[in-house]
């Protein structure tokens, strides 16, 4: 059952006077630090992961993978990557050097 249909449920027996004009409201997801649960939720530990598109990389080339070694990505430079927690996409990065590691900069969301 949608949120609409819950709604609509429950104005069955209100009066039209009862009724308020609301303008849209903000998604959940837009306002999830106002939930109850946050501040346990905001310690949950999650798996990022980030796929890249590897060239010419064959079964020979994983098992004789080393410490070190520098693969070539299928993907442009200036193309942002996907960033994806479980199943559900994140967002897009790009890859920065930090402290001499590498790293990502999360550049959108969704």
């Known amino acids: 059952m949608t949120g609409l249909e819950l709604a609509t449920r429950n104005l069955e027996g209100a009066k039209m006077t009862d ?11 837009m306002r999830i630090e106002e939930h109850p649960s946050w501040k346990m939720l905001e ?8 796929c890249v598109e590897i060239s010419n990389f064959r079964v020979g080339d994983l098992l004789t993978l080393k410490k ?15 960033v994806r927690v479980g ?7 790009e890859f920065e050097v930090l402290d001499q590691k590498m790293a990502l900069r999360l550049t959108r969301l969704g």
């Open 43 to 50: 310690q949950v530990q999650v798996t990022i992961r980030v």
């Open 68 to 82: 070190g070694r520098v693969l070539e990505s299928g993907a442009p430079a200036a193309e942002d990557v996907s």
């Open 87 to 93: 199943q559900v996409q994140l967002g897009w990065s």
């Open 19 to 29: 009724l308020v004009c609301q303008g849209p409201t903000t998604p959940w997801m």
